[in-house]
């Protein structure tokens, strides 16, 4: 027989982890036990599963402390916490709680358990031997949840609680970080299109592995941004480094892809579209109202008449091998309404700590502290890609009733299979071949660091670098140095350089600022079909929105500005 926990000792919780997707939901929970040093949390990796590997070393790295699986099962815990029913649960000795790993039951995986259920709701995984179930307490996050598994395990279903969802309540607690996490993706007025991927073989990377390439050929640089949300389970079984190589185009156009854990979230609640194949990342978007448009529908797994599978019968579908993906993402609205399929898996909406925190604490015997436990919000998304090194640029030119020459510029992959008017490249950053063949050549000015002072250096002036640009580059037919956000310094085959100057678009409540590189492939357009003089005005517009530009005479701070 175990020994009683004396009422005056720590508590010990165990979080039994399977898999990396599990840990999240488990870490989700932390602030539960926060400031309290009655409790005391150790982890253990529950054996078995293929996608364990991430899972330790997330821990590992987190300074938590791991117990080994047989340093577990040698003790009795005061509380065990699970997001998994699968492996040997049965065997840690102590109460146990289990949490759903997604958003509801909408899943079920052939090859393992019983034919067509969900794992939540599998006798197979949620009863002993005995027949008795194997947790004392099923945390779920709806009422449609206890009774699917009340009528498919009544055993399990006795022992079921509506708590909410924490991770969700994590993403509603973020939602006045929307900007900032907008503006550390570096997004701007752009539409960010967060493409989400599930594991196995009915996920979109797996039907469809060139989507993020194929979408970042045909979506405009400065109109979209593409953000990539890959589950923990294909991030184990493929690696992150196997993974970046096989997303290296998309990422050199400039895709986002979200880390396992935190970022994926970061990039709901900053994005304005999710394209989805039947991952719960599409139902976490929808509790948000945003769009959700379908590219995959899950086959033989998606559960029929599950909050899922509505959600993604309503939903608009992108063709992955069309070529209407601008216009399916553009006719997409701000809300989309649907929020009432996201109803169907999360109630309690912000109060999942509330509710879990007393239930967990009576496991513990123990009162819960004075002070609530409130969900923490979302970390910031990574840092923001690089702008990529080169262009293929579609351009179209006209004139406003003024007479202001207006160029539209769509800014693209080099690879892309779209006819384009010229090819841009940034001295320094993009390959030789690019650097070669383009049209358009510039660099983005660097400040000088006060340490290299003193050192000895070779510099260049922005008026020379222009100049053997064009004499080095036979094919350039404009040349430009970035001197800040507003202004460059151009210089042309045929004559002396200038400054260009780039205004911001201004709405209420609003500042634009465009990439100053995108506008000197407007300037190029628009003198490649005029004969000198250059006008002193014109008229760059990205997606509808127009940034005035004015050629004036450069001063000698622009002439002489060091390279």
């Known amino acids: 027989m175990d020994p009683v926990t004396p009422p ?24 539960v036990f926060e400031g309290d040093a009655r409790v005391r949390c150790r982890f253990t990796l529950v054996p078995g599963s293929a996608f364990d590997t991430d899972a330790l070393a997330a821990v590992e790295s987190s300074g938590a402390r791991c117990l080994s699986w047989p340093e577990a099962l040698a003790g009795r815990h005061d509380l065990i916490l699970t997001a998994s029913p699968k492996g040997e649960l049965a065997a840690l000795r102590g109460p146990k709680v289990l949490l759903p790993h997604g958003a509801g039951f909408n899943k079920a995986l052939s090859e393992e358990g019983s034919p067509h259920l969900p794992s939540g709701l599998d006798p197979a995984f949620l009863l002993t031997a005995d027949e008795r179930p194997v947790a004392d307490l099923h945390a779920l996050a709806h009422p449609d949840q206890v009774a699917r598994l009340a009528a498919q395990c009544p055993p399990a279903g006795a022992t079921a609680l509506v708590a909410g969802d924490p991770t969700l309540d994590r993403i509603l607690a973020s939602l006045d970080r929307r ?29 469809h592995p060139d989507l993020p390439a194929r979408l970042a050929g045909r979506l405009p640089h400065d109109a979209y941004q593409l953000a990539l949300v890959v589950h923990p389970n294909e991030y184990s079984r493929t690696g992150s480094f196997d993974l970046a190589r096989r997303l290296r185009p998309a990422l050199d156009a400039g895709l986002v892809l979200a880390g396992p854990y935190e ?32 590219v995959c529908d899950g086959g033989a797994e998606l559960v029929p008449g599950s909050p899922m599978d509505r959600l993604l019968a309503a ?27 996201a109803e169907a898996a999360f109630a309690l909406p912000g ?5 879990l925190g007393p239930e967990l604490y009576k496991l513990l015997g123990l009162a819960p502290p004075p002070w609530p436990a409130q969900p923490r919000p979302l970390a910031s998304p990574p840092a923001a890609p690089r702008t990529p090194a080169a262009f293929a640029v579609r351009a179209r030119s006209g004139r406003a009733a003024d007479g202001t020459v207006v160029v539209d510029i769509d800014r693209l992959p080099p690879w892309t299979d779209l006819p384009y008017h010229h090819l841009a490249a940034e001295y320094g950053r993009a390959d030789i071949r690019e650097t070669q063949s383009a049209a358009l050549l510039y660099r983005r000015a660097d400040s000088i660091p006060p340490s290299d002072a003193a050192r000895h250096h070779e510099y260049r002036t922005a008026a020379d670098w222009t100049a053997e640009a064009l004499a080095d580059h036979p094919g350039c037919r404009t040349a430009a140095v970035i001197l800040s956000p507003t202004h460059c310094l151009v210089r042309r085959p045929d004559g002396e350089p200038f400054t260009l100057r780039i205004a911001p678009h201004r709405t209420p409540g609003r500042v634009r600022y465009t990439d100053p590189a995108a506008a000197l492939s407007a300037l190029h357009t628009a003198l490649s079909g005029l004969a000198h003089p250059h006008p002193s005005t014109l008229t760059l517009r990205i997606d509808g929105t127009p940034h005035p530009l004015h050629l004036t005479p450069p001063t000698p701070t622009d002439l002489h500005h060091l390279l």
Request: proline share 7%; charged share 20%; hydrophobic share 50%.
């Open 8 to 31: 005056d000792a720590p508590r010990g919780v165990l979080f039994a982890v399977r898999s990396a997707a599990a840990l999240h939901r488990l870490l989700d929970l932390l602030p």
């Open 179 to 207: 900007e900032a996490f907008r503006s550390a993706l570096g997004t701007g007025p752009r539409r960010l299109v967060v493409l989400s991927s599930t594991w196995g073989p009915e996920s979109l990377l797996a039907r």
């Open 263 to 294: 970022e994926w979230a970061a990039l709901v609640v900053a994005g304005d579209t999710v394209v989805t194949d039947h991952g719960s990342t599409a139902l976490y978007a929808a509790a948000l109202d945003r769009p959700v448009v379908a």
């Open 315 to 341: 939903a608009p579908r992108l063709d992955p091998s069309g070529d209407d993906a601008a216009a399916v993402l553009a006719a997409q609205p701000a809300t989309a309404g649907t929020r009432r399929f």
């Open 351 to 355: 109060q999942a700590l509330a509710t």
